[in-house]
């Protein structure tokens, strides 16, 4: 893969399936690789890579201001935001920062040029090193109610310091993942062998189909008896890239915020086998879709 | 009507698993799922009889119509989140726009307009028991609002019910804050690994910010007994409620996969389970 | 005293709306002259910041006194700040509550909850 800059998304319907866990254990083991935790919410990642060098950056988003002295209450703002994040109350305009949108509407249309904008630091993006690998993580301050500004801020790190950049996604499949996947090369779905993980491993099958993204499938905790997800995947047709068995040593490992691929040879192998077959399926992609 | 929402902040800690037990254990006559991105109750609480389907239109969304348009890129250079395209000619891209109306207000032809575009799917079961559910359009915003549908759907066609369990969806988020409006308590699914336990704290300072009563319980506590003990610590520390702890049960996913509930086979998470209940319960009662 | 109300109907025997920010329309009534008069919430229908809407609504009234079962925390900023009054109602009947409020026996709300933003909460 030299010379070819490639994303590689990793998602998963529901949570707890073990997104988290193939994303750091695949960034990991690419080395001179760049790892994205686009999960703003509950962002993980760093957790496991305990990133050194850490830099640190607020994310903010504009929010209006007024200047009292030119507001002459004509309320053409008020009027205007369909968010209802204004209100004009005893002579004075009102602005509910967490309501606001950020739209620029209100400032852009006021007659008077009595609303500029200032910063308003929705969460912060932690920028660091583990080993060989760039991670970068956003995280959304707590009662933020949108992270898709955050989102958009820590994808511009995309292969900006590697070639290879493996962006962990949120779960499910609305907007915030959408906005994650947007730019991805390949998509890798996570599904573990539940009722529940055929149900959203489905979703998000529909989400990669619909965005056109070439994909394939790692089945994970599977165990001795009958695998709904992989059997979703036989009849659908989908590409199994690799399976994962559920192991006690590796749930240890994993639980305590270790990496899989640094403690366990065997867990090493699994996930460059991993890696490979995602390769393999990358570069036929750019010949086929170049 | 008293309700109690099952929340974790990580995703697959066993919220549905613990609601579906809650909801057979008190025999609830209503209960929702708010998880309105990735739902998975109704995959557990069969039910005999269709929904009555509705739509939920979210924000309207911009359109531009090219028969009038001059082409003169105030919208482009203006949106303040990229929406709009330019190639054959102006397009709204329906998956970002916010419906701000910036671009509306600034069009000097009139080109430019708002209109109501669906976003999800509401479903409401009811029979002997009261059901509600949606599912939001895949790509759409997520939002607070359909849960607030989901739950007012459950609400208005429940009007009696003394008891009502609503299935949380992970994150802290807007679907989270708005799920926590009205309820009277919380129970947080913890489970004992290092991600587990800083999701919970973040789902809990979130709770608290909105002054909602809270219990914590750990599922799958033995995987990881040194990290499950911490989060009993955390919360004795914090003066939060511990109901108690559900082993990990292979026989249990088996259950799950069979579309039973947890409590349904003697085995211990089942029983586990049960006691998680009858703790939850008496907090509840207070 | 010009008091507020939010109500299901349009009628005096129509009970009050459990919501602020999302109730269909708002009793608006005199004490002095016993007169009464119902306008649309134009706030209802937000997809977002319903109560602030509506707060702007009873406002721009000109009520002083808001009688009602909840309130969020942006709409009484706003209702604060237009030295609004905020009773708590006592049971769902409208006339219960102004005969309660004239009496003195209503209750100020003292429980604002965190608001749910632009949730949709209410």
Known sequence: ?290 | MKQLLILSGKGGTGKTTMATAFIKLSSATAYADCDVDAPNLHLLMHQSAKAIESDYFGMPKAEINSQICVQCDLCRENCRFDAINFDDGYHVDPFVCEGCGVCEELCPVGAVSLKPEKAGDLMLYKEDVVFSRAQLKMGSGTSGMLVTEVKKSMKSAAEDAEFAIIDGSPGIGCPVIASLSGVDMVLIVAEPSISGIRDMERIIETARKFQARIAVCTNKFDTNIEIAESIEAFCKKNNLPFVGRVPFDLEAVEAINKGNSIIDSDSTSGFATRVVYKRTMELLSK | MKIVMPVDDKTMETSVCQSFGRTPYFLIYETETKEHTFIDNSGAASQGGAGIKAAQVIVDQKAEVLLTPRCGENAAEVIKAANISIYKTMNQSVQNNINAYNTGTLPLLTEIHAGFHNHGGN
């Open chain 1, 1 to 290: 893969m030299e010379g070819t800059k490639i994303k590689i998304a990793v998602l998963s319907g529901k949570g707890g399936t073990g997104k988290t866990l193939v994303a750091v254990n695949l960034a990991a083991i690419a080395k001179n690789s760049v790892y994205i935790d686009c999960d703003v919410e509950e962002p993980n990642g760093h957790l496991f890579f305990k990133p050194e060098q850490l830099k640190r950056h607020d994310i903010s988003v504009k929010i209006p201001v007024v200047d009292e002295k030119l507001c002459t209450g004509c309320r053409s703002c008020v009027a205007f935001c369909k968010f209802n994040a204004l209100a004009y109350i005893n002579h004075k305009l009102m602005v509910f920062d967490e309501i606001c949108h950020s739209c620029g509407g209100c400032s852009l249309f006021c007659p008077e040029k009595a609303l500029s904008e200032r910063e308003k630091v929705i969460g912060v993006v932690q920028n660091g090193k583990s080993e060989d690998v760039r991670v970068i993580s956003g995280i959304m301050n707590v009662g933020e109610t949108s992270g898709v500004p955050i989102i958009k801020e820590i994808l511009k790190y995309a292969n900006e310091y590697q070639d290879i950049t493996v962006i962990d996604c949120p779960p499910g499949s609305a907007c915030t993942v959408m906005e994650s996947i947007k730019d991805a090369d390949y998509c890798i779905l996570v599904a573990e062998p539940t009722l529940f993980g055929v149900h959203n491993l489905n979703m998000v099958h529909d989400l990669v189909t619909l965005f056109n993204k070439p994909y394939g499938v790692v089945l994970n905790k599977c165990v001795q008896s009958e695998n709904p997800a992989e059997t979703y995947c036989t009849e659908k047709n989908i590409n199994v890239l690799g399976k994962i068995l559920f192991d006690n040593e590796l749930g240890t490992i994993n639980s305590n915020g270790l990496i899989a691929i640094r403690q366990s040879d065997k867990y090493f192998d699994v996930f460059n086998q991993l890696l490979h077959k995602v390769s393999e399926e990358v570069q036929h992609e750019t010949v086929v879709n170049p």
